[in-house]
């Protein structure tokens, strides 16, 4: 698991970030034509430039390791090693992991909205 053991007690600078600034951050970072490190299996972009890459790649690791199929709707984050990541986090990880989520869903929304109805 690429990025379970490089994010225990997050850093003020992670702490302080809103998700707002994340995903201003992340916009430019794909506006600019940086590279990503990773994509995640939900086509999330990594930067390495970002301050809560090292969430995104406990995330990537924790949908890569989803056996998706007719009972999704049962996944229990204890079952899987990346959730396990997760849910270990102190309470200040867990918020920032909570907030990098959120940073997920609103770009992919917006990628959504961006992309022309085929």
């Known amino acids: 698991m690429a990025g379970s053991a490089d994010f225990q007690e997050p850093t003020a600078v992670q702490l302080e970030q809103t998700i707002a600034e994340a995903l ?3 916009r430019a970072s794909c506006k600019e034509g940086h590279p990503p490190e990773s994509t995640g299996r939900d086509g999330f972009p990594v930067f ?5 890459a090292a969430v995104h790649r406990i995330l990537n690791d924790y ?24 849910l270990a986090l102190p309470n200040a990880g867990k918020l920032v ?9 609103l770009f992919h929304h917006q990628n959504e909205e ?3 109805a085929k």
């Open 63 to 86: 949908l890569a390791q989803l056996r998706l199929g007719l009972d999704s709707w049962r996944i229990n984050p204890k079952e899987i090693p990346a959730g396990l990541t997760v």
């Open 114 to 116: 961006a992309t022309p």
């Open 24 to 26: 201003d951050r992340l």
């Open 97 to 105: 992991a909570l907030r990098a989520i959120v940073v997920r869903i």
């Open 48 to 52: 390495a430039t970002d301050r809560w």
